[in-house]
């Protein structure tokens, strides 16, 4: 049975992100995974993510980095206060720096794979390194720091 996805677990108030809300029809619905240490996400762009012909909007793999990073940093800070992965324990995350490096075009019509591996989680921070690749190599490389939503942010809606 496949575990999962962290942005599956965020309850239903929190679940409208446009990068991965799964209740945000119009939005991109990532689903991120752990392999390992390592956290996974699949996604296949659509034509309208074009920049120009053949090639993946820079714009939608900064959103793609971005919220594989903070679905990985609510996943691995909620492991690491030991509780269960699940979505009474789950803690949600929000961007406070994103660095996006982008290495080589990415090209459009192949699936997109992104890997994050969380690289310190201290506290309300969680950094993440993250590397998207298409067809096994890496086209854009990122670095995010992470910190648990406040409560006045998520308590209230």
Known sequence: ???PAFQDLYPEPYAQCYGC????EQGLQIKSRWE???????YTPRPEHTAVPGY?????????????ATGTAAAAATHAHGDPLRADTI???VTARLEVDYRAPT?????????ARPVEVK???VVVDIELLAEGRVTVTG???CVEAPSSLIDDG
Request: aromatic letters at 4%; one cysteine or more.
């Open 91 to 93: 803690r949600r995350f």
């Open 123 to 125: 506290g309300r921070k």
């Open 21 to 24: 809300g799964r209740l945000n």
């Open 107 to 115: 090209p459009l019509g192949v699936e997109l794979e992104l890997r």
């Open 36 to 42: 390992g240490d390592v956290s996974v996400c699949h």
């Open 56 to 68: 993946v909007y820079g714009g939608l793999l900064a959103s793609l980095v971005d919220c594989h």
């Open 1 to 3: 049975m496949t575990e």
């Open 143 to 145: 670095h995010a720091i």
